[in-house]
Every structure is written in C-alpha cells, then in structure tokens.
C-alpha cells in the first residue's frame, strides 16, 4: 500500500473510532442533546392568569404563588394575538399588577414601561428604533394607548410621544404587521 495511502486511511480510521468514542458521528457532527425539560405550563392556568391580569391583583396573585413560572406566561388569543399578564396589565392600565409581575420576574416589555410612566426606557426603545412605536402589542394596542391608560403617571410618555411625532393611533389591527397577503 502506497505510505500516504496508508497514513490518510489509519488517521481517518482512528479518528473515526475516537470521534465515536464522545459520541460524534463518522461526519464530525456533535451528539443531539437531549434537553429534560418540565412540561408545558397547563393552559387553563394560562389563559387564567392572562385573563386575572386584566382586572384581578389577587387573583394573579393566587395563580402565581401557586404556579410562580405564570409569571411569563403567553397566552394566545387566536390568529398570534399572544399576551402575557404583564401585557394585559399594561393595556388595562393596572400598574399595580404590572409591579406585583415585575417584583416576580416577568419580563421588562415596552407597552409596560410606556403604561408605568418609565420614559428612560421608552426614549432609549426610539434611540434604537425610531420606529418602536409601530411595534404592536396584545390585541394590536400601540405604545400611545398604554400610556394613555396609565394615567397622570405616564402623561409625560404620552406628551412625549406626540411631540415625536407619533399619531395619535390607539389600536392597529394585527394584520398592520403582515406583509400583504401572509396574514393567518
């Protein structure tokens, strides 16, 4: 057998059976990792939570001391129209289940920060993206109508949205976000 012959044959062969030994196959890729996670939060605990955050702290809070991951759940209402509790909380204007949620670990979200006057945080959205105010939440709500629903607290967000210009849009239907033809 010619040496070089040989030399590629018996590496390949070696470095086969020494890929195999950690598990990788013949091409070099890694094993599949098998991940064990829990399983799915039930959804009629979702759906509950979602719906308390509209109009219940203590009964958002009863669903997450039962079940804290709640917390970050998202429920979706039909055709992707997802909300989780913080977001119900935000388009409602009920900044002190959107508090109780934050206190819990739900995730930071914009319509949430507009509804609880957090204008640091709105203005630091439109230096990334001068667009954010476009970007929808549940049920198509826009940045506007969160603070209007927020009160004398987040008047400041409000009036600062207009003075950049925003129009004075409350709600944008879902499909605002599809491109034309793609809507479910």
């Known amino acids: 057998m010619h040496r070089r012959l040989f030399l590629r044959t018996s590496s390949g062969l070696i470095a086969t059976g020494l890929l195999a030994n950690f598990g990788f196959s013949a091409d070099g890729a890694p094993p599949a990792k098998v991940i064990s996670r829990p399983p799915a939060l039930p959804a009629d605990k979702v759906q509950a939570i979602v719906t308390q955050a509209h109009r219940s702290l203590d009964g958002v809070k009863r669903l997450v001391e039962e079940t804290p991951l709640l917390v970050n759940a998202s429920w979706d209402w039909g055709g992707g129209d997802f909300e989780t509790p913080l977001q119900a ?18 995730r930071p979200d914009l319509h949430a920060a507009a509804m609880l006057g957090q204008l640091e945080t709105i203005k630091a959205a439109f230096a990334t993206d001068p667009k954010a105010h476009e970007i929808p939440g549940p049920h198509g709500f826009t940045l506007l109508h969160c603070a209007k629903a927020g009160g004398a607290k987040a008047k400041p967000i409000y009036d600062w949205l207009l003075a950049q210009g925003v129009p004075e849009i409350f709600q944008r239907p879902l499909s605002f976000i599809w491109p034309a033809g793609t809507a479910p």
């Open 89 to 106: 909380a935000a388009h409602i204007g009920r900044p002190e289940i959107a508090d109780f949620l934050l206190a819990h670990q739900a």
